[in-house]
């Protein structure tokens, strides 16, 4: 069974960093793309990012809104992949999911539960 | 970045409805269109991909539509279980976007 299980949120400042992580189990890690969304409350969807399978480069994309300041990354060896989160604002406070795809015909098929990030001093 | 566009925001539906919700996109898409249940407090659920295939596990009575700059999500016949915001993404390109969510209500 295809499991996804974020970690890494909790409570941190405006202007401090945080690292989440993404631990995926029950298939190949490396050999799929994997994506980042949030959510803020009581708010919509919004997808963050996503890096491609080391064979496709490992390349990574980004949405405007968090290019620069956020990155995505993954450790194959150890089926994780993390997303840094830089200069944190207030309105970053939200769950965050990651995904993971299917090949091209599936771009976000698979959910982790979601971790919470609260930006607030 | 490329504009989608669900409609209604709300729907009031009674079990056993036809229910239809609509996604535009502001450009062509092909049918790169995903269409995501989620209920307060879990993540999204894959529901559709391809704009008309749908994922395993999901009861037949989901159906998805559509190519270019139109689809649809079709409920034939709404059950209790299906109260709950439905969202379209597209992953034709980067950005990938998703529509602003339609929240289907009990009427």
Avoid: H
């Amino acid at each position: 069974e295809v499991q996804l299980v974020e970690s890494g949120g909790g409570l941190e400042q405006p202007g401090r960093s945080l690292r989440l992580s993404c631990t995926g189990s029950g298939f190949t890690f490396g050999d799929y793309a994997v994506s980042w969304v949030r959510q803020a409350p009581g708010k919509g969807l919004e997808w963050l990012g996503f890096i491609r399978i080391k064979r496709q480069g490992g390349t990574t994309e980004y949405a405007a809104s968090v290019k620069g300041r956020f990155s995505i990354s993954r450790d194959d060896s150890n089926s994780i992949a993390y997303l840094q989160m830089n200069s944190l604002k207030m309105e970053d406070t939200a769950v965050y999911y990651c995904t993971r795809d299917r090949g091209r015909e599936c771009s976000q098929c698979y959910w982790g539960q979601g971790t919470l990030v609260t930006v607030s001093s | 970045d490329i504009q989608m566009t669900q409609s209604p925001s709300t729907l009031s539906a009674s079990v056993g409805d036809r229910v239809t919700i609509t996604c535009r996109a502001s450009q062509s898409i092909g049918t790169w269109l995903a269409w995501y249940q989620q209920k307060p407090g879990k993540a999204p659920k894959l529901l559709i991909y391809k704009a008309s295939d749908l994922e395993t596990g999901v009861p037949s009575r989901f159906s998805g539509s559509g190519s270019g700059t139109e689809f649809t999500l079709t409920i034939s016949s709404l059950q209790p279980d299906d109260f709950a915001t439905y969202y379209c993404q597209q992953y034709d390109s980067f950005s990938w976007t998703f529509g602003q969510g339609t929240k289907v209500e009990i009427k």
